[in-house]
């Protein structure tokens, strides 16, 4: 064991932090990696880049292994920031944590960990991988509050045998209590938030860097004109703050809601009332199917999915359309059913996969 080498992909987080220090007490020879996938020379104040390699230097120094550092902005400008851009000029809401894990964090830093001589890498996703009948299963993570595999669904077959989560099967609670134990700088560091690697930062601002501005009207539901938005790529469907039509109360006296958005006509639809019937949806249609066994499961198949990650799993019925495109039909009708957004498909404690939303349905 003493001979195998493990390439830990090292964030400066608590997470991956205790992931290399699980597998530096069971024997392993433990490569740490910092990924550097970001840079702006707007990112005064809202990068923390220099903080987290120190922090993961620091760890690495504690535990006696070594720390490489790789870059792969070009990596994340092609695969990922790309595809996030475009997304939003189509008036979409994307998940850039799902395409960050399948393309950078399991192809591009797995290809380079194998020129460091690994064999398999780590991270810290509070998720589990299990070889059944020879096939890997991607699991929820033990704790429930802090499960990943929502984000993980893209991954395949040979990414899964490539793969360890060490701290899949602890609650965070224990991870920072190993992390102090064992002295770690991390133990009591706060959870990274924002988008995958670019971090926390005015959203508005940031995006009205990349992307014009296209103002347009905020109408009700019924048609009556409320108010104007600076761009329909800044609102997403079920979003409350940041209407600026906060005083439009009318008659009910209950906030605003956005339920909609109508791209030819660049109008911001809303509904009053956190449960106005406009923001559910009982069924949607999903593209871009991934299935982590490799194949498709039968189909129409009942089990569970998500819409969003924390989700409690939503019992429904998934059908194939064709070989591109899913139909799913929930038990309960689902609010703020979001395109671009991931929906994920779960039997129990076990991943299926997952696809993208592209429209929800009457």
């Not at 830093?109 to 096939?135: K, S, V």
């Not at 991934?290 to 194949?295: C, E, N, P, R």
């Not at 498709?296 to 429904?316: F, K, V």
């Amino acid at each position: 064991m003493a001979s195998t080498r493990i390439v830990v992909g090292l964030s400066g987080g608590v997470d991956s932090s205790v992931a290399a220090l699980l597998l530096v007490k069971q024997g392993f020879e433990v490569h740490g990696v910092f990924m550097k996938n970001w840079e702006d020379s707007h990112d005064s104040g809202y990068c923390s880049a220099a903080d987290d390699v120190e922090d993961a230097r620091l760890v690495c120094e504690t535990l006696g292994i070594p720390l490489h550092q790789v870059n792969f902005t070009a990596d994340y400008q092609a695969r990922v920031f790309n595809y996030f851009l475009d997304q939003y000029r189509k008036g979409r809401t994307p998940n850039p944590d799902t395409l960050c894990n399948t393309e950078i964090k399991f192809k591009a830093f797995l290809d380079h960990a194998r020129r460091l001589g690994a064999e398999r890498i780590a991270t810290g996703h509070y998720a589990r991988c299990q070889l059944q009948n020879g096939r890997y299963s991607l699991l929820k993570g033990r704790d429930a509050g802090k499960d990943q595999s929502y984000f993980l669904y893209g991954l395949d077959q040979a990414q899964l045998a490539s793969a360890l989560f060490p701290v899949g099967e602890l609650t965070k609670r224990e991870v920072r209590e190993r992390a102090a134990a064992a002295g770690l700088v991390t133990h009591d560091k706060k959870d990274s938030t924002g988008i995958c690697f670019i971090g926390e930062r005015p959203f508005r601002e940031f995006l009205s860097r990349y992307l014009p501005a296209q103002p347009g009207p905020i109408r009700a539901v019924d048609g009556a004109l409320l108010g104007q938005h600076a761009g329909l790529m800044f609102h997403t469907i079920g979003q409350r703050q940041g209407l600026g039509i906060g005083g439009r109360r009318e008659s009910s006296g209950e906030p605003w809601y956005v339920a909609a958005k109508d791209l030819e006509r660049n109008t911001l639809i809303v509904a009053q009332g956190r449960d106005h019937p406009a923001l559910f949806h009982s069924r949607l249609q999903a593209s871009q199917p991934h299935w982590i066994a490799g194949f498709a499961p039968e189909s129409p198949l009942r089990c569970q999915a998500r819409i969003r990650y924390r989700q409690a799993d939503q019992p429904c019925c998934l059908e194939a359309i064709d070989e591109t495109g899913l139909r799913v039909s929930f038990d309960r009708p689902q609010r703020a059913i979001t395109p671009g957004q991931a929906i994920v498909f779960y039997r129990d404690d076990e991943c299926l996969g997952g696809g993208v939303i592209e429209t929800a349905l009457a």
